[in-house]
């Protein structure tokens, strides 16, 4: 296992661990250099765990929720399906 170096405070990290002390808030080292490379390794950690995630068969993005629904094995996110729910009016 891989560890990671906080560049604000120098914290041990593991490798998907986000530093206590960047929590809510963008924190800038004073270097520059070391401010992008860290945006950039944490982006790249962030697009290898999207490419993980399933993508719904109407619109295309991955599911980043917790569940989605099978209809005849394709997944739907939420968002799709509230697109797709229509009223039913009985008179």
Same mark, same amino acid.
């Given at each position: /296992? &891989?560890?990671? &170096?906080? @560049?604000?405070? !120098? *914290?041990? %990290?593991? @490798?998907? +661990?986000?530093?206590?002390?960047?929590?809510?808030?963008? /924190?800038? #080292? !004073?270097? @520059?250099?070391?401010?992008? %490379?860290? $945006?950039?390794?944490?982006? +790249?950690?962030?697009?290898?765990?999207? *490419?993980? %995630? @399933?993508?719904?068969? =109407?619109? !295309?993005? $991955?599911i980043q929720q917790e569940s989605a629904v099978n209809i005849?094995?394709? %997944?739907?996110? =939420? #968002?799709?399906? =509230? *697109? /797709?729910?229509? #009223?039913?009016?009985v008179e």
């Amino acid at each position: /296992m &891989t560890f990671r &170096t906080c @560049p604000g405070c !120098g *914290a041990n %990290l593991d @490798p998907q +661990e986000i530093c206590d002390c960047r929590k809510g808030k963008p /924190m800038y #080292s !004073g270097n @520059p250099i070391n401010d992008f %490379l860290a $945006h950039d390794d944490e982006q +790249e950690e962030q697009e290898e765990q999207l *490419a993980k %995630l @399933p993508r719904c068969a =109407d619109c !295309g993005e $991955h599911i980043q929720q917790e569940s989605a629904v099978n209809i005849g094995g394709d %997944l739907y996110c =939420d #968002s799709c399906l =509230d *697109a /797709m729910r229509e #009223s039913i009016d009985v008179e």
